[in-house]
């Protein structure tokens, strides 16, 4: 582990006689691949073989594999020959296929808890597929969730990803109207997704996206059923890097989603974007800063609104037409590199035309982290909302390997 250093800093090993505008690349090689193709790795270097090395180039290659998040080291060596140099890349790969068991507690002495499986490197190629189930327990809400998500990365012409899943999901909700509970009804959904992501530049720092998201909704009671047909287009940049041990730069993604005219029974939607930037402090300590905001778009009445990521508070308090939201986290190791603490203060307001009671809520995530893991072995969060209609709210992910 001590060895890792050095790649994580990507610090590269380049011998000072080595010209990168003269000599060119003869050879790409990999070392240490078990579940991941070699054909994968030299797609997603900048570096090709023909081609004047370059150390820029190089280190970009080692973000774009670092960034896939199926390596924990890389370590690249250059080789130099009278004509050319020869690249080495000794990997060391994440544990690909992780069992997420999920819990929540409610201070109401409710609880959800479920199963997730992740396999982030299907086949070998980066693809991934997400199988999930989730319930609540000991409450009379009864609500539970099945679901699929599935990403073919780079499927076509190396560019362009194909997305997909389906979700289905059976909750009970109250009917409110001007504040005042009318009745209540069961709500049962089944959503589709369908989409892609294109790279629009080798380095995947500028990406679209284009998606069709059909939702049917059967009410029990109370409300009619619905058929919306949501049409979506995002954009994302991409300048952070994954370290395996902290993330660095940031990241900007605005999102706008809109029922299809004619074949939908509501017009409705709404646009979300947030910023995102983690800066290194120290060795392996980072300071994240994250701003947001949502609005709903078209008509729907009183449904279909948006839901603040302010934690802390109730579901009713949380929701409205429209949200801002900033937060500022602390990462930082308290163990080596295998234990962090992460705590955090949001501050943020949902509303329905302009903004009125400002938000507050503080916590904490513990992260007990295991590099060789797709995802930290264990994580728990505690948040309080202080505001007057505050409450406590906890959730707790453990991972393993098998």
């Not at 505008?21 to 900048?46: D, I, Q």
């Not at 999901?169 to 005042?180: G, T, W």
């Not at 991409?238 to 993604?253: E, I, K, W």
């Amino acid at each position: 582990m001590r060895k890792q250093t050095a790649a994580l800093l990507l610090t590269f090993l380049v011998p000072t006689s080595v010209q990168s505008a003269e000599l060119p690349v003869l050879e790409v090689k990999v070392e240490g691949l078990r579940w991941t193709k070699k054909s994968f790795v030299l797609r997603e270097l900048l570096l090709k073989p023909g081609e004047p090395f370059s150390k820029k180039k190089l280190k970009e290659s080692v973000r774009n594999l670092l960034n896939t998040h199926l390596f924990y080291r890389i370590k690249p060596l250059v080789i130099r020959k009278k004509n050319g140099v020869i690249v080495v890349l000794k990997v060391k790969e994440k544990f690909p296929i992780v069992p997420l068991p999920k819990f929540r507690f409610k201070t109401d002495g409710s609880y959800r808890a479920g199963m997730e499986v992740r396999d982030y490197n299907l086949f070998g190629m980066g693809h991934k597929l997400y199988l999930g189930y989730v319930k609540w327990f000991r409450t009379d809400n009864e609500s539970f969730s099945y679901y699929v998500y599935w990403n073919l990365y780079r499927i076509i012409k190396e560019r362009f990803n194909l997305y997909g899943g389906a979700t289905y999901s059976s909750d009970r909700e109250d009917y409110i109207v001007n504040s005042e509970k009318k009745g209540e009804y069961r709500v049962k959904k089944r959503e589709f997704l369908l989409g892609t992501l294109v790279f629009l530049d080798r380095r995947k720092v500028n990406q679209i996206a284009f998606g069709l998201r059909p939702v049917f909704t059967n009410y029990s009671s109370i409300l009619g059923d619905k058929k919306i047909y949501y049409g979506e287009i995002s954009y994302t940049r991409n300048l952070s890097t994954d370290m395996v041990y902290y993330q660095v730069g940031s990241q900007f993604n605005i999102t706008a989603s809109y029922s299809l005219p004619r074949v939908s029974d509501l017009t409705t939607g709404e646009v979300t974007a947030l910023y995102s930037n983690s800066v290194k402090y120290g060795k392996y300590e980072t300071r994240i800063y994250t701003g947001g905001f949502g609005t709903k778009i078209g008509y729907s009445g009183g449904g279909y609104q948006l839901q603040a990521p302010i934690p802390g508070y109730t579901t009713e308090i949380t929701t409205g037409k429209r949200y801002l939201f900033g937060s500022f986290s602390v990462r930082r190791p308290i163990v080596d590199r295998s234990i962090y603490l992460k705590p955090t203060l949001i501050a943020g307001d949902a509303f329905r035309w302009m903004p009125d009671d400002l938000l507050v809520s503080a916590g904490v995530e513990l992260i007990a982290f295991w590099a060789k893991l797709a995802d930290g072995m264990i994580r728990f969060k505690l948040f309080r909302g202080l505001g007057r209609e505050g409450e406590t709210e906890t959730s707790f992910r453990l991972t393993f390997r098998w």
